[in-house]
């Protein structure tokens, strides 16, 4: 990729001191060679109302330094900004972060345009309460309708929008179900029995949690058609949950309504990284005994 990066955002692990000195560090590396940085701690209930781009240099990357849970709050508040990020791992898992101990060669190959963008598919949600639509947003990972503290079975219904109507695609009794995009697949859903789908694909994942006397098993669904989850229970607690980040009561009636994101997450992929299978198997996904 030919190199035109002359602005970078840089945000940091809330309260983090390992970030913020990391990223003082990186800024002066940048700016040492004619880049320019801004340093801006991510707000978890916050958009990007403290960080202001230089007038002119506009940013061209976002710099994540952080772990997944980091980067997906990240990428929720940026994605309306059009802009590749890359993320340095600080957490623990670092699947969708490259690692930071080797931070001065990435950088050099995104200065030098040597990485590749991979193009990731996100969700829109948004909830209706009669009329009304009481809640809506954007998740990375995935968007989980659950049971509340109660452990006790919760009735859905999902739908697939169409040409023709509303399809029909199951019912279920279970503690919940989750819908993740490919990059979230290796998450919860992964966790629950779903399958790894490939992170560039253009497709949903569904996963029941805990089925009772259901043979609704896990699929895979084209993206391009919204799904409605429809809350049927009348009496136990069930709630939203976004990227495991964010959290909203459902009651009976509710319907998430779930939509392809018109913006596509773009992650910068340096050749450290490694490939999508070569991190599966290191971060212990395939084992063999």
Not at 57 to 72: C, E, K, M, Q, S
């Amino acid at each position: 990729m030919q190199n035109t990066l002359k602005s970078l955002l840089l945000m940091l692990r809330t309260g983090d001191e390992q970030a913020r000195s990391l990223g003082q560090e990186i800024a002066d590396w940048l700016e040492r060679r004619g880049l320019r940085a801004t340093l801006c701690e991510h707000r978890v209930d916050g958009g990007l109302e403290a960080c202001k781009a230089p007038e002119d240099a506009p940013w061209d990357l976002v710099l994540v330094l952080g772990g997944d849970g980091t980067f997906i709050g990240v990428a929720r508040v940026c994605l309306h900004l059009g802009l590749p990020l890359l993320g340095l791992n600080l957490g623990r898992v670092g699947f969708l972060a490259e690692g930071a101990d080797k931070w001065p060669k990435r950088l050099e190959a995104l200065q030098s345009g040597r990485y590749v963008l991979s193009r990731r598919v996100c969700l829109g949600y948004a909830v209706s309460r009669g009329a009304a639509t009481v809640c809506s947003g954007i998740a990375v990972n995935d968007v989980v309708v659950s049971r509340g503290d109660m452990a006790r079975l919760i009735r859905l219904k999902v739908e697939r929008e169409s040409a023709n109507g509303l399809e029909r695609v199951g019912e279920m009794r279970a503690d919940g179900l989750i819908v993740s995009t490919p990059t979230g697949s290796t998450a919860y859903g992964y966790s629950a029995g779903g399958p790894l789908v490939y992170p560039e694909l253009a497709a949903l994942c569904l996963t029941p949690v805990c089925p009772f006397l259901n043979t609704f098993g896990p699929m895979v669904l084209p993206a391009d058609a919204p799904l409605r989850i429809a809350v049927e229970e009348p009496r136990g607690e069930v709630r939203m949950t976004v990227d495991g980040q964010r959290a909203f009561a459902l009651e009976h009636g509710d319907v998430v309504r779930l939509v392809r994101c018109p913006d596509d997450l773009l992650m910068a992929q340096t050749a450290e990284c490694g490939s999508y299978f070569a991190k599966l198997a290191n971060k212990g996904f395939f084992t063999q005994r």
